[in-house]
């Protein structure tokens, strides 16, 4: 099919996740505290500010090196983005600033509330890693499936949501630069996208964000209203750090005994 009737299609089964992220949004993020808007705001600003850096490497080798010009128009609006993300941080990091939960945004690179929830990490990483497909690959599962589909209706809550002034404004100073990711995302899968194969690597991709959004979205809630994260197995439980069933050779398990006898050997020795 063609890359405009792909989108269209792609824009069909994004409507309802859009609506339904737009009232979990308003109805949970209602009525928080200042605790809980720092945590907001610390969350956010880890996606647009640590890991920018590893966006815009792997991005770019999404991008075929061509020295004729042929997608001219993908870089300018990948180097556009990368900025404007960037940026997005910066408003983050101010209104935790203005609202005096650090003093300088150096606090925040080292702030607990900055580090990710597994959720929010596991989308993050994938933000990165489809830097690894074409750059259709790409645009489909982030500037298409999040940036133009689904994002702004996060935002669009979150606006709604929050009363706060200050932490409001954060959300509503991005919205036009992130409608125009979301109108790259059109403009990139309906010029390019139109091979069966680069369509079908794009719906997956979209798929893909769609779902790790969702999980992510409940990471971030629990860890923003509950002050804390999803419950985790222990790591004491985990295969990696329990004891073996077998015993290991002496080399890989050395008990405090045979330990005493190897020094008392090479004290003997």
């Known amino acids: 099919?063609?890359?405009?009737?792909?989108?269209?299609?792609?824009?069909?089964?994004?409507?309802?996740?859009?609506?339904?992220?737009?009232?979990?949004?308003?109805?949970?993020?209602?009525?928080?505290?200042?605790?809980?808007?720092?945590?907001?705001?610390?969350?956010?600003?880890?996606?647009?500010?640590?890991?920018?850096?590893?966006?815009s490497r792997a991005w770019w080798n999404a991008v075929p090196r061509d020295t004729t010009g042929k997608y001219r128009d993908v870089e300018m609006f990948l180097a556009r983005q990368l900025y404007d993300e960037s940026r997005h941080g910066k408003l983050y990091a101010d209104a935790c600033i203005r609202k005096g939960y650090v003093k300088s945004e150096d606090e925040l690179w080292t702030h607990p509330y900055t580090r990710p929830v597994p959720g929010w990490l596991n989308f993050a990483n994938w933000l990165e890693h489809l830097g690894n497909y074409h750059?259709?690959?790409?645009?489909?599962?982030?500037?298409?499936?999040?940036?133009?589909?689904?994002?702004?209706k996060f935002l669009?809550?979150?606006?709604?949501?929050?009363?706060?002034?200050?932490?409001?404004?954060?959300?509503?100073?991005?919205?036009?630069?992130?409608?125009?990711?979301?109108?790259?995302?059109?403009?990139?899968?309906?010029?390019?996208?139109?091979?069966?194969?680069?369509?079908?690597?794009?719906?997956?991709?979209?798929?893909?964000?769609?779902?790790?959004?969702?999980?992510?979205?409940?990471?971030?809630?629990?860890?923003?209203?509950?002050?804390?994260?999803?419950?985790?197995?222990?790591i004491a439980a985990h295969p990696a750090v329990s004891p073996p069933a077998k015993r290991v050779p002496r080399t890989l398990d050395h008990s405090d005994e045979e330990s005493a006898k190897d020094a008392a050997e090479i004290a003997e020795s």
């Not at 409608?179 to 794009?202: I, L, P």
Request: charged share 25%; with cysteine.
């Open 135 to 152: 750059f259709t690959t790409l645009y489909g599962g982030e500037q298409m499936a999040s940036e133009c589909l689904t994002f702004p």
């Open 156 to 234: 669009e809550g979150a606006i709604d949501a929050i009363d706060d002034p200050v932490v409001r404004w954060a959300f509503e100073a991005q919205t036009e630069e992130e409608a125009f990711h979301g109108m790259t995302g059109r403009y990139v899968v309906t010029k390019y996208c139109q091979t069966a194969h680069q369509q079908d690597e794009a719906a997956w991709a979209a798929q893909t964000t769609w779902r790790l959004l969702a999980e992510a979205s409940v990471d971030l809630a629990k860890f923003v209203m509950d002050g804390q994260t999803v419950e985790r197995p222990p």
């Open 1 to 55: 099919m063609r890359g405009k009737d792909f989108f269209r299609e792609m824009e069909t089964i994004a409507a309802p996740i859009a609506k339904a992220t737009y009232d979990s949004v308003r109805d949970t993020y209602s009525d928080m505290n200042d605790d809980q808007k720092f945590r907001f705001l610390a969350q956010f600003w880890y996606i647009e500010a640590p890991t920018i850096a590893n966006f």
